[in-house]
Every structure is written in C-alpha cells, then in structure tokens.
C-alpha cells in the first residue's frame, strides 16, 4: 500500500514522532496506522532503554493546586540538560504531571507511573517523550499535602516549597505562608521544628558533635586545651613542635588562637587523638558539656524550621515562630515539602574540551 504524505502527517499527530520514523513505520507496517503506532512505541521503548544508564540530574519542579486550594502536588521530573528543561513540550508534560498527581492515592513512585494518562499511562508517556526528544529522563518524586491553608513557592523552576497551615486562609496568612515558603527554598530546613527530630537523631547529633569537638582540640575551652598542651609536651610531640609550644607560652601578647599556624602537621593530630583518648574525662567536664549543648543548638536553629531566624526579620533576630505569631497567634505549620531538582544525584563532570578532542579524532578516522 502506498504511503500518502496524510498518512505520515495523521501518524505524526498521533505519536509526535519524527517524519522521517512515521513514514518508515508505515512503510513496515504497510500503510496499517494502527500497528505503525505499535511500532513506534516498541522503537521508544528501544531508544529509551539505550538512554537509561545516563545521569539525568537536570529538570524541573512544578507545583498544582486543587479547586479548592486546601491540597497541592509537587513533582520533580528530570532530565540530562537543562536545554531540554525549557523545551516548551517537556514544561507542558511536567505541569500536566503535577495536576494528576493531586489525583493520585499515594506518594509512590512506581504507583503513579502506572496511572492513566492521556490514553495510556504515565510511564508510556514518559518512553515516549524520551524517544522524541532524545534524552534521559525520569519522573522522580511526587508528593501531597493538605491542610486549611496551602501556598507554594517556586524559585527558578528548580526548587519548589508547599507549607500548610492550620487556620482560615485569610490573605494576612497566605502572605505569611508565603514568606515562609520562601524562605523554607532558600534556608532548606529538616524539621518543621525541634520537637519533630526522634530522641535517637538527637543524641545521634550530639554524639557527633561532641566527637567534631574532640577531633578540634583548639576550640576546646582552655582549661581542657592547656591539659591538652601538657600532656602533648610530654614525650607526644617532637622537641621543636614543644620548643614551640613554651615559646608562645612565655610570649604573654601571643593570641593561642594562631598557635596552630606555628606548629607542624604532625602535632596537629597527635593533640586530637589525646583529646579523642581522654574522652571520658573531658565529656564529664561542665564547661565541655556547655560548648558541646551550645554547638547543638546552633545545628537546631539552622535545620528546624520554627527556630530559624526569619530572613525578612527587620531586626535580623526575631525568629519565624514569633513572626507566625505576630500575624496569628493561633496559626501553626502543619507540613513542609521541599523538593530541588538533582538534589542528591551524582553528577558527571563534563570535560567540554575532552570531548571535542575525542569528536573530532573520530572524525579523522572516518
């Protein structure tokens, strides 16, 4: 049967492929449309399968509201470019993904790929997409929240920020969550607040904080620096590093901050492995108690939500709980989701360079 230039166009329409595949296809299939569809698919289930094993950490998150405003869906869908991450067709497949995903039963990956989607599923669609556009890519993560109040934030279509509160929407509280959702994509925080991190993390963080301050002798508080010093000046160190150490002792200006700067690479460590030896001693001293508590509630201001300095606070102290409070003093953050796109992938580095080399000696080859 002859292939009619209609036929290629109708075929085209259908699938999104290329021409030239269309025509190919119908050829193959003998002008039948219906099995130079299959055909194609079973073509990108091929092409995608050769581009699987490539790093797609580029892409984009969107964000999608309910009729009602009270439930929003963020997804993340990757691709290897952030060329194709502008691509107007792979934008438009990446919103329509978040407005099902306020459909979908739960946050599972693998559950939502299987839903439908205009006339097939998810995970067809997405061969297919990686067919026609020539890349990798990856339909990452979803997730929903609810609540009586949600607003979303997006910065640069790389990060997109949901928070939902407790109290009537009313617009002095979306402009609130707003600004909270702004700062939840730039501050990035693990918890809503302290409260949220189990009993375990918390002495997980504090054994490892208490460990980094061991394996940092110099920021120890004196007293327990000076043991330190004594014991290292002992037959630890070498006689110039200790010719050192009584030179900077007898210099009464000297600031004992830089005496590191002094001293060799050797006895650096060696002053830390004491340190890490003598841990029982010096964790039962209060003031090493005090430094080490100290450090951990810095870590909590800077991972938990609530006790993070609020960034548009004009006196650059008030935190965000007492700036959630001066808009309502009932409203509470009930969830948070983050996303940002290829947080945790690995990369590859490119080496632009290499790779023109390695073009143009192939080319020379031929």
């Not at 990757?78 to 995903?101: G, I, R, Y």
């Amino acid at each position: 049967m002859a292939v009619t230039a209609q036929m290629v166009k109708e075929l085209r329409g259908m699938t999104g492929a290329g021409m030239m595949d269309c025509k190919k296809a119908l050829v193959e299939t003998d002008g039948d449309i219906d099995k130079a569809v299959e055909l194609l698919k079973e073509k990108g289930l091929a092409k995608a399968a050769k581009k699987a094993g490539r790093v797609a950490a580029e892409g984009l998150v969107r964000i999608a509201f309910s009729e009602d405003n009270k439930t929003a869906a963020i997804v993340e869908v990757n691709s290897e470019t952030d060329f194709v991450s502008k691509n107007d067709e792979f934008v438009e497949f990446v919103e329509n993904l978040s407005k099902l995903a306020l459909t979908a039963e739960t946050n599972d990956i693998e559950a939502f790929k299987a839903m439908s989607f205009e006339g097939s599923t998810v995970q067809d669609e997405l061969t297919a997409k990686i067919a026609k556009i020539g890349e990798n890519m990856s339909i990452r993560r979803i997730e929903k929240v609810s609540g009586e109040v949600v607003v979303s934030y997006i910065h640069g279509n790389r990060i997109g920020a949901i928070v939902a509160g407790n109290v009537e929407g009313t617009e002095d509280v979306k402009t609130a969550l707003t600004n909270i959702a702004m700062q939840v994509a730039a501050m990035n925080p693990q918890y809503i607040s302290k409260d949220d991190i189990s009993k375990d993390e918390m002495a997980k963080m504090h054994d490892i904080t208490l460990e980094s301050a061991l394996n940092d002798p110099f920021t120890l508080p004196k007293p327990i620096l000076n043991e330190l010093l004594d014991k290292a000046a002992d037959g630890v160190w070498s006689a110039e590093d200790v010719a050192i150490l009584e030179e900077k002792r007898n210099d009464k200006k000297f600031n004992f901050n830089y005496l590191p700067n002094f001293l060799s690479e050797e006895a650096k460590p060696k002053l830390a492995e004491l340190a890490v030896a003598d841990k029982d001693n010096i964790s039962a001293n209060k003031i090493f108690t005090g430094l080490v508590q100290g450090r951990v509630s810095k870590q909590l201001k800077e991972i938990c939500l609530l006790d993070q300095t609020y960034v548009r606070a004009e006196d650059g102290k008030q935190t965000v709980a007492q700036y959630l409070a001066t808009v309502n003093k009932d409203l509470a953050i009930t969830n948070v989701v983050r996303f940002e796109v290829g947080e945790g992938i690995e990369k590859k580095e490119e080496d632009f360079a290499a790779e023109v080399a390695a073009q143009q000696a192939a080319a020379a080859k031929k």
